[in-house]
């Protein structure tokens, strides 16, 4: 009784480890193999990569970075040289334009100093014309001795002595001027205000031309009709000689009439130095 017990014992024991051993392998066939080193090693790799990517990634990020950053940090200095250069320009052509504007801002100096130049001739003028009269022989005057200054010019009013036309021309030029020669109502009424005897009579630097055909002053200019009254404009179209000055008046006599005559020159220019 006791074997037959025993049997049973390990012949069920055997059926249930034949069993286990059946389930396992149908475990097997339904898909969950045991881990293999082949599929470690590749998950392995996986990971590998995965990280690399990631480092990957990151530097990538951080190049980024640092490439916007010194982008931007070019573009500032792009920004403050365009405005350099701009402020440059500027100043080109503001320099340029100043350039332009030199001719008329030098003509307008020019102007000026004229001006202030002529002003300080006017006032040495009318200085030593002051002086001249207390002291007629003032260093300041731009005549010589015995010359009348008027104006731009100096007289000489030969009394004591007469000449032809030509004798007297010749005299005037020894002494380094022409016979005169009047240009204004002005000068002819200062002529005639000069206190001249009665009936002196004086050549003027005025006669016919008959290879002109005309009436011609001495540096053969024509004279001006406004000068002369008709009387007296009358004797010189109607007649052919020289002309004389007497009392205010022209007149024309023959050129080989011998009169007193009168000297022109050009007076010099009034020193400022000259007047103290």
Same mark, same amino acid.
């Given at each position: 009784?006791?074997?037959?017990?025993?049997? +049973?014992?390990?012949?069920?024991?055997?059926?249930?480890?034949?069993?286990?051993?059946?389930?396992?392998?149908?475990?097997? =066939?339904?898909?969950?193999?045991?881990?293999?080193?082949?599929?470690?090693?590749?998950?392995?790799?996986? &990971?590998?990569?995965?990280?690399?990517?990631?480092?990957?990634?990151?530097?990538?990020?951080?190049?980024?970075?640092?490439?916007?950053?010194?982008?931007?940090?070019?573009? /500032?200095? &792009?920004?403050?040289?365009?405005?350099?250069?701009?402020?440059?320009? /500027?100043? &080109? !052509?503001?320099?340029?334009?100043?350039?332009?504007?030199?001719?008329?801002?030098?003509?307008?100096? $020019?102007?000026?100093?004229?001006? #202030?130049? =002529?002003?300080?001739?006017?006032?040495?003028?009318? #200085?030593?014309?002051?002086?001249?009269?207390?002291?007629?022989?003032?260093?300041?005057?731009?005549?010589?001795?015995?010359?009348?200054?008027?104006?731009?010019?100096?007289?000489?009013?030969?009394?004591?002595?007469? $000449?032809?036309? %030509?004798? %007297?021309?010749?005299?005037?030029?020894? $002494?380094?001027?022409? @016979? #005169?020669?009047?240009?204004? #109502?002005?000068?002819?009424?200062? @002529?005639?205000?000069?206190?001249?005897?009665?009936?002196?009579?004086?050549?003027?630097? &005025?006669?016919?031309?008959?290879?002109?055909?005309?009436?011609?002053?001495?540096?053969?200019?024509?004279?001006?009709?406004?000068?002369?009254?008709?009387?007296? @404009?009358?004797?010189?179209?109607?007649?052919?000689?020289?002309?004389?000055?007497?009392?205010?008046?022209?007149?024309?006599?023959?050129?080989? +009439?011998?009169? !007193?005559?009168?000297?022109? =020159?050009?007076?010099?220019?009034?020193?400022?130095?000259?007047?103290?």
């Amino acid at each position: 009784m006791s074997d037959e017990v025993t049997y +049973a014992t390990l012949t069920f024991q055997d059926s249930s480890g034949a069993r286990n051993n059946q389930d396992g392998n149908n475990l097997r =066939k339904r898909g969950h193999p045991a881990p293999s080193p082949i599929w470690r090693q590749a998950a392995q790799g996986l &990971l590998t990569l995965c990280l690399m990517l990631l480092i990957g990634l990151v530097t990538l990020g951080i190049m980024f970075l640092q490439m916007s950053n010194k982008i931007n940090s070019d573009s /500032e200095t &792009l920004n403050r040289l365009q405005k350099i250069i701009h402020h440059q320009q /500027e100043n &080109l !052509s503001q320099q340029l334009s100043n350039h332009r504007n030199l001719p008329m801002e030098e003509e307008f100096l $020019k102007s000026q100093i004229s001006n #202030l130049l =002529k002003r300080q001739g006017q006032i040495a003028i009318k #200085l030593c014309r002051e002086l001249i009269i207390h002291t007629s022989d003032h260093k300041c005057n731009p005549c010589p001795k015995t010359w009348q200054w008027y104006q731009e010019s100096c007289y000489y009013f030969t009394i004591n002595k007469e $000449k032809t036309w %030509s004798n %007297s021309r010749e005299d005037c030029i020894e $002494k380094n001027s022409t @016979l #005169l020669k009047i240009d204004s #109502l002005e000068e002819k009424n200062f @002529l005639t205000s000069q206190p001249l005897p009665m009936i002196s009579f004086f050549w003027l630097g &005025l006669s016919w031309h008959p290879s002109d055909g005309n009436w011609l002053w001495e540096d053969g200019s024509v004279p001006s009709p406004y000068l002369f009254s008709n009387n007296e @404009l009358s004797q010189i179209n109607g007649s052919k000689g020289c002309a004389y000055f007497q009392r205010g008046n022209i007149y024309v006599s023959r050129c080989s +009439a011998e009169i !007193s005559w009168i000297c022109e =020159k050009t007076a010099k220019l009034v020193k400022i130095e000259d007047l103290y």
